[in-house]
């Protein structure tokens, strides 16, 4: 009977660091990739002011044209009158869960227009969350476009 106990201890004990390693759920998940569509809803109604909270204050962000962008220009970007998507979706997105981060990645697809030309994007895109003061926000955001 004492070997059963110990066995016991022992499962238990290995498995409590485990168990602390892994304090995000699906609801995490689930909750980054809400903030990830609207996201895409904002920059269709160039919605700055939605985004001020998804993006933390030291959000980088690298464009298809190698353009780095902090946050207040990226937020400044976002309201530009000359860009008007009609689509702005992600496909086969993928949430790596860390500790207090993730790692989004997969594709989107934007339509509309830019400077009244029309454009019709196809990229990939990886963003990375981290998780502080009991929200999730990006920190870093890379697109690049594929080519057709």
Known sequence: MPRIYCCIFWLVALSVPVLAQAPHSTADETKIL???????????????????????????YTDTDGTVMDKARFLADVKDPAYK????ANEGVKVDLYDNAAVVSGSYHSKGTYKTKPFDHRGRFTD?????NGQWQCVASHTTLLRK
């Not at 895409?40 to 109604?45: E, F, G, R, S, T």
């Not at 990375?128 to 502080?132: G, L, N, S």
């Open 34 to 60: 809400a903030l990830e569509n609207a996201w895409n809803q904002a920059q269709i109604h160039h919605d700055a002011k939605a985004l001020e909270n998804v993006v933390g204050d030291k959000f980088i």
């Open 128 to 132: 990375t969350w981290i998780f502080q």
């Open 85 to 88: 998507a009609s689509l702005v």
